[in-house]
């Protein structure tokens, strides 16, 4: 028995993440309609990469790629052969430009996260995670996006910085067959038809974000459109392979979602009509509509399937979360939110560079050198080795006798009684009688 562990379902599809998606479709092009040789889990860990596959003892595969060729070497596999170089081209390029467009769409966008991806978490997370998840992958995507220059822009609201153009940019593009002739082509079928003019649309903010965003799209459409073409699957081939599976989880979550700013779909939809067709085909073919409402109720030890309508795949209930390991996980992520103590958000890369030794340990050697210190001080304090200062038993409140600092003090302390009785002499009778003498509990004179 094989176990997928997988993100939850979102919008018609079994997973909100598109490599899980992909996983499904992988694994239920090679079981087909058998559900008892495979069981798929709601997981929210994300210190894991999903999805992930796992018999009834160990990990046997994490990532789409891991679990394709898990699945490519099994004894019974007949659906899925190795990948031809045709594919494993196409494989890079998807895996390279398509979860660039998701994060801007579902996550740097605003209203789209505000609107569809926040709730959409909520309707699949336990309380604690949507505290954790949700911005995390925000967080991932606005750093996965910063190579683009739009990280800390918002679809919805897009403002142009022109403050630095160079000299002479004004004229750029303006003669004849130049940029701004072929772009009024490009956005008459971006922008619509109308009397206002490329240059007054493009001062709005809203039409600035989609002719911009629009071009990344192109980038990662037309390709796949050509290799597509009038067929059914990618390359020509009669029958589903991995990489189609690996289209449809990307190009799922593209046309499917319902967003307020929905340029991605729009532009599917409107330019690349076979692509569309390709993910409604392998959408329908495959039986990976979801329903929600019963899924979680598995989740929540009711039945997916009725008499109606059964189950298309095999939800199981997952293991719910103990009280310890919710406070264990809410007390990371905070100690995780500390500076210089906390993690960075990270990016998986192909080509990841190697970073220095200081900065690779120098979190955990600051932690444990802390954790150290404060222990070790515990320790000598409650043993005694480390005696606090408490200062002397007896406290003498007020001045002390000049006789209590040694010999010099007495010295001192005598001289100044000699003098005291030779002026007490010499003064007339009839002044006020002064009467010197050494205070047995206090130093000075006591003046009567």
């Given amino acids: 028995m094989l176990h997928l562990h997988i993100l939850g379902p979102a919008f018609d599809l079994p997973s909100i993440d598109a490599e899980c998606n992909s996983a499904v479709a992988l694994l239920r092009l090679h079981f087909g309609s058998d559900k008892e040789s495979w069981e798929l889990h709601i997981s929210h860990d994300h210190t894991i990469a999903l999805p992930w596959l796992r018999d009834d003892s160990q990990t046997l595969a994490s990532s789409y790629n891991a679990i394709a060729r898990h699945l490519s070497d ?12 045709n594919a494993t081209a196409l494989t890079s390029f998807i895996h390279t430009h398509g979860p660039s467009l998701l994060a801007i769409n579902l996550y740097v966008s605003a209203s789209n996260y505000t609107s569809t991806t926040r709730p959409a978490f909520t309707r699949i997370l336990p309380w604690h ?14 750093k996965k996006t910063e190579h683009l220059g739009i990280h800390s822009i ?51 903010p809203e039409y600035a974000a989609r002719f911009r965003l629009h071009a990344l799209a ?12 009038d067929g059914e699957w990618f390359w ?28 991605l779909a729009q532009t599917m939809r409107t330019k690349y009509p ?38 298309s795949l095999p939800w199981r209930p997952s293991q719910q979360s103990s009280v310890v390991k919710t406070v264990t996980t809410i007390a990371t992520e905070l100690v995780h939110q500390i500076p210089y103590l906390g993690r960075s958000v990270q990016v998986i890369t192909t080509t990841p560079s190697r970073k220095p030794f200081w900065e690779r340990y120098f979190q955990p050697l600051l932690l444990a050198t802390l954790t150290s210190l404060t222990l070790g001080a515990y320790y000598a304090i409650a043993t005694g080795l480390l005696v606090w200062p408490h200062g002397e038993r007896v406290q003498i409140f007020g001045r002390k006798r000049l006789s209590d600092y ?26 006020q009688h002064v009467r010197v003498e050494e205070n047995p509990r206090d130093v000075g004179v006591v003046i009567k």
């Fill in 218 to 229: 192109e980038n990662f459409f037309e390709p796949l459109s050509e290799i597509l073409g």
């Fill in 129 to 142: 995670a949507n505290y954790i998840l949700p911005p995390h992958r925000r967080a991932v995507a606005r």
């Fill in 274 to 311: 076979n692509l569309q067709r390709f993910t409604e085909r392998m959408h329908k073919n495959l039986g990976l509509s979801t329903s929600i409402e019963e899924v979680m109720a598995v989740q929540s030890g009711g039945h997916a399937a009725t008499d109606a309508k059964p189950a």
């Fill in 236 to 263: 020509g081939s009669e029958q589903v392979r991995e990489v189609d599976c690996l289209a449809y989880g990307y190009l799922g979550l593209m046309l499917f979602p319902k967003v307020e700013q929905d340029w």
């Fill in 406 to 431: 040694g010999d010099l003090g007495a010295a001192i302390s005598g001289i100044s009684l000699m003098g005291a009785q030779v002026g007490h002499k010499g003064r007339d009778r009839a002044a």
């Fill in 154 to 204: 918002d679809v919805d609201n897009v403002h142009e910085d022109m403050s630095h153009r160079p000299q002479g940019f004004d004229g750029v593009g303006k003669q004849d067959g130049g940029f701004e002739t072929q772009a009024k082509g490009r956005a008459s079928l971006l922008l619509g038809s109308g009397k206002a003019t490329l240059r007054g649309l493009l001062q709005k």
């Fill in 74 to 85: 099994l004894p019974s596999s007949t659906t899925l052969s190795s990948p031809s170089a």
